[in-house]
């Protein structure tokens, strides 16, 4: 499709953006659609935020995404924030609605959707969650509003940390049915007791990313028992040494790429109100 004077514009703002996947991504989905827009990738430092989000308004831009460092210095310049980007203090998807920008998160949304499109649905279940950094608290966030009964959160007692003990008093404020705790994560006596009443365990920390791909915080692969959900936000591997465990022990096992594709797929359909060609876009970008 040619850009005509009609064509609307998005963008990713952040820093650095030269090797973001989104623009490829979104614009193939738009070309697939037969819709009229564009989407580029704006290399934009923490002090021009400012500035970005006003060019947004003066180019009456359709939408974007946000990425680091950007995520929370954006909120304070949205109109209006979702129940989960005021939550957690970060956007990561803006949308235009005639004029009024509206931040989100997709975050945890991609990742509840990349559970349900593997058959699990989080509502009424027990997660335990190892993180508690940008994407563990999105998912921690985003299960507890979408149901989930139980959520320990195991952390290291690094800077992190305290972050997950805000986590717990905002889900506690938020969503007071469900039962959120902290713990140690070098504790893990009290890990596999909580992973054994848990019906799924989530690895969000950097262990297994590369280059930590030969690490672990699983050591006891006994704890893998047939009916566990193991899930990774780690995508690169594809398969962490977690995943390969579970996975040689019978669990059923998710790892972090749909996570990726499913955040995008949210915010695809927060800025058009139609769902991304999922398919498509998985078999170009997403292989596996
Ligand atoms: P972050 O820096 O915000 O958080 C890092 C987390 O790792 C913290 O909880 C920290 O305590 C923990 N950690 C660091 N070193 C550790 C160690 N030695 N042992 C145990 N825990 C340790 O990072 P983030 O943005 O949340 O990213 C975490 C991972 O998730 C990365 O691999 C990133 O690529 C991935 N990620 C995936 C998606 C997706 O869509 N699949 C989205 C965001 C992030």
Redesign the pocket.
């Known amino acids: 499709m040619e850009i005509s004077g009609r064509t609307g514009l998005l963008g990713l703002i952040g820093s650095p953006v030269g090797h973001s996947g989104s623009p490829a991504m979104y614009n193939y989905s738009f070309e697939l659609l037969d819709m009229d827009y564009r989407y580029l990738a704006f290399d934009i430092k923490l002090d021009q935020v400012s500035k970005a989000i006003d060019a947004f308004k003066t180019f009456n831009m359709k939408g974007g995404n946000v990425t680091m460092p950007c995520k929370s210095a954006v909120c304070e310049y949205m109109d209006e924030l979702s129940p989960a980007a005021r939550i957690i203090g970060a956007c990561n998807t803006i949308v235009n609605e005639n004029g009024k920008l509206i931040g989100h998160i997709t ?1 945890g949304q ?1 990742y509840v959707r990349n559970l349900k499109e593997n058959g699990v649905d989080i509502k009424g279940k027990k997660i335990t969650v190892m ?6 608290t999105a998912i921690q966030v985003q299960c507890a509003l979408d149901g989930a009964r139980e959520i320990s959160i195991f ?2 007692k ?1 800077d ?1 940390y305290g972050r997950a003990e805000k986590t717990i008093q905002d889900i506690k404020r938020e969503v007071p049915k469900c039962i959120v705790n902290l713990y140690d ?1 070098d504790d893990t006596e009290k890990l596999y007791k909580e992973i054994s009443t848990s019906d799924i365990l989530t690895n ?4 297994g ?1 590369k280059p930590y791909e030969n690490e672990t ?1 699983i050591v006891d692969t006994s704890v893998f028992r047939k009916d566990l959900i193991v899930s990774d ?4 591997p594809v398969k962490t040494k977690m995943i390969l465990d579970a996975e040689a022990k019978g669990c059923k096992v998710i790892g ?2 749909g ?2 594709l499913y ?1 995008g797929v949210e915010a695809f359909k927060l800025f058009t109100g139609e769902e991304m060609p999922v398919e498509e876009v998985k078999s170009r970008y997403f292989a596996e």
């Open positions: 975050d991609g993180g508690a950094g940008g994407a563990a952390n290291k690094d992190f994560l969000a920390t950097i262990v990313m915080n936000v780690v995508y690169n972090g790429k996570m990726l955040q």
